[in-house]
T-cell receptor, first 111, second 116 residues
């Protein structure tokens, strides 16, 4: 079945450093979504990418969808403590509205 | 306020007992989902429903059951057949994917189930 892997599994940065998480799918994706889950909380939708090579920005967050639509990345510039959490990518899993979530990258930011 | 509610937030049960987790949404979404999350792990799909009175198994349906009698409600029962039920359970909903589109999922606050 479809697998969606993310690397790294965990990253610890100092506030102000940049952070990137990579998402790789075993199959071509029609689109990819990104979610953030704060510690103890629930996942919250961040963005959806649809087009090959698409790049979208949300303030300090930059999302990219690969040309082959099998990978994606999330880059955070100048991290802040509010960025702490686990970031998940998710891709369609066949028909319907099902998603396969990636394994997640947990980000820890310290002062 | 529009959103998804799950109750209770924490639930303790003895081994061998069935337990039902509640999930209600007032977003008028057709699709609803149940996920299981273990510590430090991703989300695994248990069951999903695209429309009232219809639901399908996800990747880890064994030991779980659901019903979808109303659009706004999608309760999950964790049965005694589930061998390792202690986990964080998340309910989500979305608009139906029409024409191959996939819509964002909105999550409830989750229920932490501990089986003693």
């Amino acid at each position: 079945g479809q697998q969606v892997m993310q690397i790294p599994q965990y990253q610890h940065v100092q506030e102000g450093e940049d952070f990137t998480t990579y998402c790789n799918s075993s199959t071509t994706l029609s689109n990819i979504q990104w979610y953030k889950q704060r510690p103890g909380g629930h996942p919250v939708f961040l963005i959806q990418l649809v087009k090959s090579g698409e790049v979208k920005k949300q303030k300090r967050l930059t999302f990219q969808f690969g040309e082959a639509k099998k990978n994606s990345s999330l880059h955070i510039t100048a991290t802040q403590t509010t960025d702490v959490g686990t970031y998940f990518c998710a891709g369609p899993a066949g028909t319907a509205s099902k998603l396969t979530f990636g394994t997640g990258t947990r980000l820890q930011v310290t002062l | 306020d529009g959103g998804i509610t799950q109750s209770p937030k924490y639930l303790f049960r003895k081994e061998g007992q069935n337990v039902t987790l509640s999930c209600e949404q007032n977003l008028n979404h057709d699709a609803m989902y149940w996920y299981r999350q273990d510590p430090g792990q991703g989300l695994r799909l248990i069951y999903y429903s695209q429309i009232v009175n219809d639901f399908q198994k996800g990747d880890i349906a064994e030991g779980y059951s659901v019903s979808r009698e109303k659009k706004e409600s999608f309760p999950l029962t964790v049965t005694s057949a589930q061998k390792n039920p202690t986990a964080f359970y998340l309910c989500a909903s979305s608009r139906s994917g029409i024409g191959g589109t996939y819509n964002e999922q909105f999550f409830g606050p989750g229920t932490r189930l501990t089986v003693l």
